[in-house]
């Protein structure tokens, strides 16, 4: 396994495993990598014939400064989980890499990115988008995969690649849990004990929504409803939205006539959780 600094590095290396033949797998992270980072990098690895794992904590889509600053940062630790995965270049740009000047080109995803994360979090996706389209523009892979825990995130990339003609598929990836349910998060480190136990009530509040989906319940507020009951179960748990949405456009619905997820996010005393579970009607 390579490990790279440099987009011209990150490049040519690319570029020399596709002369050989290789398809070429990436996987964007931000470090702090976990068991849902993991799965990425081996679903790619299965897949492709090198797979690049970036690795870099990315201003621009940190609403706060100190939320970027308490971002842990494991770099040693990570490079030994994309070894153990099969990742065959690490691409681990400075921010002077990454941002030699201040940006004055952005994209600014549309109506994908107003609600849900998109409102508590004004400029979040702006920053993803952007970072991720230079990330695509450096490594040049044929795949990219990410986590469906971030399921916005997942949908604004998605809107991104398709508007503007980008030559890669993005590969979704199921969410990885816990025992007790709880997501996969490079943030569950800064939970505690309890609040930990406590966090589990989430996926309970989600399974509890897809339960009455299941048993055929089409009205959002009745299965937004049933989540927030079992969630509110937990007072420690301050809810931030959890809405019943269209599962591409992630618009919130009324009634439920396609594809669907049911997200949420909830602080846990500083920490704040997404997750979201995904619902099809027959
Ligand atoms: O999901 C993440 O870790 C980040 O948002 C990403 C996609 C690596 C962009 O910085």
Redesign the pocket.
């Known amino acids: 396994m390579r490990v790279m600094a440099t987009i011209a590095g990150v490049r040519e290396a690319v570029r020399a495993a596709r002369c050989e033949g290789r398809r070429v797998g990436f996987v964007?992270?931000?470090g702090a990598l976990h068991a849902g980072h993991v799965s990425l990098i081996a679903r790619s690895a299965a897949e492709c014939g090198a797979t690049v794992v970036?690795i870099?904590?990315?201003p621009s889509?940190f609403n706060q400064a100190e939320d970027f600053e308490r971002y842990p940062r494991t770099l040693e630790r990570d490079l030994e989980a994309c070894r153990a995965a099969g990742a065959s270049i690490v691409f681990a740009p400075s921010n002077e890499e990454m941002y030699p000047r201040p940006l004055s080109t952005w994209i600014e995803p549309g109506a994908v990115a107003e609600h849900l994360c998109g409102r508590f979090r004004p400029g979040h996706f702006r920053?993803?988008a952007t970072?991720?389209a230079k990330?695509f523009h450096a490594v040049e892979a044929d795949r990219a995969y990410?986590?469906e825990k971030?399921a916005q995130?997942l949908a604004v990339?998605q809107t991104m690649v398709a508007e503007l003609n980008m030559a890669v598929e993005i590969v979704p990836v199921a969410t990885v849990r816990e025992a007790g349910g709880l997501a996969m998060s490079?943030r569950n480190e800064r939970l505690g004990a309890e609040e930990r136990r406590a966090a589990t009530v989430l996926y309970a509040g989600l399974r509890a929504a897809l339960a009455r989906l299941e048993a055929g319940e089409r009205e959002a507020r009745v299965v937004r409803e049933a989540a927030l009951e079992t969630v509110g179960r937990e007072p420690s748990v301050r809810v931030e939205y959890l809405e019943v949405a269209d599962a591409g456009t992630m618009q919130p619905v009324e009634r439920v006539s396609g594809p669907v997820r049911v997200l949420v996010a909830a602080w846990l005393g500083g920490v704040r959780l997404i997750d979201n579970v995904g619902f099809v009607p027959g």
């Open positions: 964007p992270t931000m970036s870099f904590v990315n889509q920053g993803v970072v991720v990330l990410f986590g971030d995130q990339i490079s």
